[in-house]
């Protein structure tokens, strides 16, 4: 679980301009971001990718973030959406039986 009390401050210097407190915000969700995208992608792409693409964009959407407390879950659906992306942009498995 996310400690959230303890991510809005470094959420408010993000908010403010703060390239240092969004380093500290990724590196602390970094590891629960890989594990969602581990579940969320199927076998064989990488999850790494995902979570990467999310982070960039969540830095670029942050200010639009109305709810401090939502980031983890307004993350979490960033990760979605890029995994989605992702699994998507796969050529389909064909068989040859």
Request: hydrophobic share 50%; charged share 25%.
């Amino acid at each position: 679980m996310i400690a959230r009390i303890a991510l809005n401050p470094l959420i408010e210097h993000a908010l403010a301009g703060d390239a240092g407190a969004w380093r500290q915000l990724a590196e602390r969700l970094y590891p629960w971001a890989l594990r969602l995208a581990r579940r969320r992608l199927p076998r064989g792409l990488d999850p790494e990718d995902a979570v990467q693409e999310a982070f960039l964009t969540a830095y670029q959407k942050l200010p639009g973030l109305r709810a401090r407390e939502a980031l983890p879950a307004w993350l979490a659906a960033i990760i979605g959406s890029h995994c989605l992306r992702l699994a998507m942009s796969q050529p389909p498995e064909s068989s040859l039986e």
